[in-house]
């Protein structure tokens, strides 16, 4: 029983700490000293950086969900609206979802991890005392670069990944190019690209943020530096999720689905 | 009248003498744990104060509260004529751009090479600085420590002593009024830690700068210090020359030196 509370009250604890590091965000952003050459090094790292990895996965994802979708298809004698279902999913679900757990797996930990290393070296401590705001420097950069690059890292993804389904299409079957662009243009409205690529800017600020609270307080050394890497990758996934579910509520209700 | 108060009540420093650092009644706990408590200490122009104390006695938590990184429970703290703990964040900012700070770990900024790492605070404080003036900086300070050739070198690529004169440098860029080192030495092999020491007795009579010195390396403290201060139970508990302190008869005294 006791060992219960003590779970709710870390877990209160916790999510109000991080609405605090959340809030500190938004007071500090505005704020003049801006930090434009840190936070276009960060747009680097995390995007270009990024790009081989999101590309290679988005790729992948378009083939093989092409792949799996093909037999149920062809036994409804539907096939020919597998570019259909296969952009579908791709643009509006799977494309921003997919994107942003490899994007918190490969980034979120990079982030706590670096961070983390930063604080128990005392190099945190060190840029505080040369007169350098840390926070600003350090996060509101990371978590502007997290925000915009992974709604453009999605785009890239989804075409990579429409690709690898017309790819997926031709190892069965013939379509063109030509046809298969023409079919997933006729398919796909503003409506799915919308909310889909807004709910990416929510992901990756969440990414940042997480990844950034967790190394920023990291605590007990190397063993500390781990569990936040390890920890901005399980709760900023979770929170993909959640984030995820929220916007199709609320997709939902508006009709947009 | 024991032998530690006799110490202290030595005249340490004439009257006439600036104070650029003053300390008074300083206490710091964390939770029921009482780290520093009443603690007094002046430190004057010129002057390197060594603060010894054994560990966990409060020592980096002193220079941490000069610098602003933990806000003391009580007292004062005066740094070249500014009340530190009235000081808004811009004033915080000002003040520590005239106080050096070497830590422990040495805390180079491990993703940005020698040059970045030198460059960074004066490429925020010096914006007046053209890119002729930062480099002959960079390239003064490296050659007081004697480490011009590893200015494109990364930190992960120096050794613990080369890092250390690495961070010293650094420390010395803004050219500070008032140094404070944590623990210098420690960690270092005993050849490299007289090495530093003596670097930070010359950067001290070349730049003119007063210090305070964490330490409980009897050689660094030897070296470096005008005066000693023995920290216990969170006080000032002697302050003296190394030679009074080395033959005070205090057993809390006595016992750093056996």
């Known amino acids: 029983m006791q060992g219960k509370e003590v779970k709710w009250k870390t877990f209160f604890s916790e999510t109000g700490a991080i609405s605090q590091f959340t809030g500190w965000f938004f007071h500090e952003f505005l704020r003049p000293r801006y930090e434009f050459r840190e936070f276009l090094r960060q747009c680097f790292v995390i995007g270009y950086k990024s790009l081989p990895l999101i590309a290679l996965t988005g790729f992948i994802m378009g083939l093989v969900l092409t792949m799996q979708l093909r037999p149920t298809l062809v036994s409804y004698g539907v096939e020919a609206r597998l570019p259909d279902m296969v952009s579908l999913s791709i643009i509006r679900e799977i494309g921003p979802v997919i994107t942003a757990l490899i994007f918190a797996g490969k980034i979120g930990s990079s982030i706590g991890a670096e961070l983390g290393s930063m604080r128990v070296t005392e190099q945190i401590d060190a840029m505080e005392v040369s007169g350098t705001n840390p926070y600003k420097f350090l996060v509101v950069t990371r978590v502007w670069a997290t925000t915009l690059m992974l709604p453009v890292l999605t785009i890239l993804s989804d075409a990579v990944g429409l690709y690898g389904g017309y790819l997926g299409i031709n190892i069965r079957g013939v379509m063109s190019l030509d046809l298969y662009i023409n079919e997933v243009l006729n398919t796909v409205v503003f409506s799915d690209v919308i909310p889909a690529t807004i709910k990416t800017f929510f992901f990756g600020f969440a990414v940042g943020i997480i990844g950034c609270y967790k190394g920023y307080n990291s605590k007990k050394g190397t063993e500390g530096v781990g569990r936040s890497a390890n920890s901005a990758v399980v709760l900023s996934s979770l929170l993909i999720f959640i984030i995820d579910l929220i916007v199709v509520q609320i997709t939902d209700l508006m009709g947009l689905n | 009248m024991d032998t530690a108060d006799r110490i202290a009540e030595k005249p ?47 020592k980096s938590v002193l220079i941490k509260c000069i610098i602003g990184l933990l806000k003391p429970d009580l007292g004062s703290i005066n740094v070249l004529g500014e009340d530190v703990l009235a000081l808004d964040h811009d004033g915080l900012d000002h003040i520590r751009m005239r106080i050096g700070f070497l830590f422990q770990s040495n805390a180079l900024y491990d993703s940005m090479t020698v040059r970045e790492n030198l ?8 914006k007046n600085m053209n890119t002729d003036e930062v480099n002959e900086r960079v390239n003064e300070m490296l050659s007081n420590v004697g480490l011009l050739h590893t200015i494109d070198m990364m930190p992960s690529e120096l050794s613990g002593g080369m890092q250390k004169r690495i961070a010293l440098a650094r420390t010395l860029i803004l050219k500070p009024e008032i140094i404070l080192y944590d623990e210098p030495t420690t ?69 750093f030196f056996e």
């Not at chain 2, 460059?119 to 010096?126: K, N």
């Not at chain 2, 001290?204 to 920290?231: F, G, P």
């Open chain 2, 119 to 126: 460059e960074f605070p004066m490429r925020r404080h010096l």
């Open chain 2, 12 to 58: 340490v420093s004439e009257p006439q003498r600036t104070a650029v650092l003053e300390i008074k009644q300083l206490k710091k706990a964390f939770g029921s744990n009482v780290v520093l408590d009443d603690f007094n200490l002046a430190v004057y122009r010129d002057e390197n104060v060594v603060v010894l104390g054994r560990s966990g006695s409060g």
């Open chain 2, 187 to 255: 960690g270092l092999d005993p050849v490299t830690g007289r090495e530093i020491s003596t670097l930070m007795v010359e950067m001290q009579e070349k730049y003119k700068t007063s210090s305070i010195i964490i330490s409980h390396d009897m050689k660094c403290v030897k070296a470096t210090a005008d005066r000693v201060v023995v920290l216990v139970d969170g006080k000032a508990h002697a302050i003296g020359s190394y030679a009074d302190i080395r033959q005070s008869a205090d057993e809390r005294v006595k016992q």
